[in-house]
């Protein structure tokens, strides 16, 4: 489809600019590792937008996302010091959620995701944030630690202008049905399947 | 697939930290944009680690990618200013090569297309960069602008470790043959389907 045409003009009953701003849900889902990279590639766009982004990495891994991290570090540097782009906050459950300042809870992931999820349903009620990035939500969501008809339930109540990304395998259905828009990415052919290690820069 | 599992050791000869360190050719095509949205995703990884980045843009847009442009330009910056991350080089065809210096070329877009390739294949032969992002150029091999033969030959036979990710529609299948990664982005669901307008900070 072209860019900037549309199929339909729906019966919203919105004008051309409201249904412009409208706020977006949108699910990056599927097989690849290519959905957080989008996630964070459309962040790039925000921060140059000047929104505050809030990320919030859920599911501790080894190797985290640290380029993403260190990268919209040194953007929010940037924002701090020159008043370019947005400032980013970034938050991971694995490690203590930043703002609770404590280490070690991470041995009980179900408490830190509810933790996380509270808090960030605090800041969308509040409408801290022009942009959540909310990193393998998914997951938490799948094992029921999570309760999947809260979070559409105030994802859809959201105030504002708030852009809500989800990433991560196996989107419930609840939350695909409320998206706005989903991705999917599809693997095609990846080099680990013929021995390929990940690597540094590439994988991480 | 597990993080950091092979389904099979190939019989290639190569140590195990000799593949983790192949240099990569990837292609991300398909019908979405998160195409180019996940290349440059990656290229902050690759700015994490350093490495020299080349963003060759093909196809004149009027909105180009210019969040994620500003983004890098402002990484570059960091890097100049503190040694953190890489280098980072923007260059697009349709306002005249950066390295050429010259305006007004873009009406003949398929000469412009050739110089964007000729610099290319020089600075890949020479080691200039260790990613390039050669994004949409899928559209100038598609039109027949740039000879799909050649590129995949000067590819295949790169020096080095240098990574290459090409983005756009329609890979041509003798691309798509020689690469190592294959990613391709499906729509679900667009808001666009539904009236959906493209907006600031999410589309561009």
Do not use: C
Not at 40 to 51: D, V
Not at 111 to 123: C, F, L, N, V
Not at 133 to 142: G, H, I, N, S, W
Not at 148 to 170: I, S
């Amino acid at each position: 489809m072209p860019k900037g045409q549309v199929a339909e003009v729906p019966e919203d009953g919105l004008t051309t600019r409201a249904r412009r701003n409208r706020p977006l849900l949108i699910v990056h889902t599927g097989e690849m590792k290519g959905k957080s990279t989008a996630a964070f590639g459309l962040a790039l766009r925000a921060w140059n937008q000047g929104w505050s982004i809030g990320v919030f990495q859920f599911v501790k891994s080894a190797k985290w996302k640290v380029g993403e991290e260190t990268a919209f570090r040194a953007l929010d540097r940037v924002h701090t010091e020159t008043g370019e782009g947005g400032p980013v906050q970034w938050h991971k459950m694995g490690e203590g959620w930043s703002w609770t300042r404590k280490k070690g809870t991470e041995d009980d992931h179900a408490t830190a995701a509810q933790e996380g999820w509270r808090e960030i349903r605090r800041r969308i009620e509040a409408q801290e944030h022009r942009l959540y990035v909310l990193d393998e939500f998914t997951y938490p969501l799948k094992w029921g630690w999570v309760d999947v008809e809260e979070v559409v339930a105030v994802l859809r109540a959201r105030p504002g202008a708030q852009h809500v990304v989800v990433t991560g395998r196996d989107a419930p259905p609840a939350l695909v049905e409320a998206a706005d828009l989903v991705l999917e990415t599809t693997k095609v052919r990846h080099p680990m399947d013929v021995g390929q290690k990940g690597q540094r820069g590439i994988e991480w």
